[in-house]
């Protein structure tokens, strides 16, 4: 934000000190100084510089929404080698995301747990389990090798959106009890001062910072069932389960056999059958 001065350099004023109308988009249409209600010229998104005053004062969001969000935000927003552009909607973001993950832990421990094995999950727990399992191999891997912070943070927000939509089973508790150890420990590098308060809920009487790493378990990443989408001549008409080993001859007869394609076939011979492992299977009718 500026203002043109007489000397004809510009006079850059610091957002805090501006007040901003947007449209019903939320998209700026114009902008007062809050000292004199006047107009400024927004001058668009730049690199954060002493010279065009366009700093953002950490303390300012600290005291908002706590040294965890702020430390979220900005390992969320960009790798850390690479620029990023600030966004209060982002911190908003951040903020959201820490309140669920306080939530989702609340509930569960006023609701209680109960010890299960893997073995015992149904079918969209034991989905669910493997995706847990995966994000952890993903996130060390991130952390570790690739220091890729913010698509780690993307992998664990996935998976707490996958827990809420998890069946309200017996077995559903001791599983979320597993999932959110998990994601308090790997996310407390980022936010520690949150993981720390989660952790002392989540197994009282026991202190994070002597927790051991989750690694991922072999035993959980196998699949039993995959899933591939049916194409006739091209065009997506379905999808079909088949045992993760079924040969091609098996994968033909399933998808053949499916409510799409009898539907589209209409009894007739399909002139030609593509599939390709582990992704899909196109008949040309």
Known sequence: ??????????????????????????RPVGATLKADGQ??????????????????????????????TARLFMMFAAPPDQQLEWSDAGVEGAHRFLKRLWKAVFEHVQ????????AELSAPLKDFRRQLHQTI???????????????AIAALMELMNAMARLPEESNAPALRQEALEAVTIMLSPIVPH?????????????????????????????VDEIELMVQINGKLRGSIRVPANADKASIENAALSSEAAQKQLAGAAPKK????????????A
């Open 1 to 26: 934000f500026f203002r043109d001065g007489s000397d004809g350099k510009k006079q850059w004023i610091n957002p805090a000190d501006v007040d901003v109308q947007t449209d019903e988009r939320g």
């Open 39 to 68: 107009p400024v010229i927004i001058g668009g998104t730049e690199k954060m510089s002493k010279s065009k005053n366009n700093g953002v004062d950490p303390q300012i969001l600290i005291d908002s929404y706590g040294a965890d």
């Open 111 to 118: 609701n209680g747990s109960n010890a299960t094995t893997a």
């Open 137 to 151: 191999a993903k996130v060390t891997d991130d952390y570790g090798r690739r220091k890729q912070f913010n698509t």
């Open 194 to 222: 949150v993981c720390e308060a989660l952790w002392a809920e989540l197994r009282p009487g026991t202190q994070l910072w002597y927790q051991a790493w989750p690694r991922a378990d072999e035993s959980a990443l196998s």
């Open 273 to 284: 059958i593509i599939v390709v492992p582990g992704r899909l299977v196109n008949i040309v």
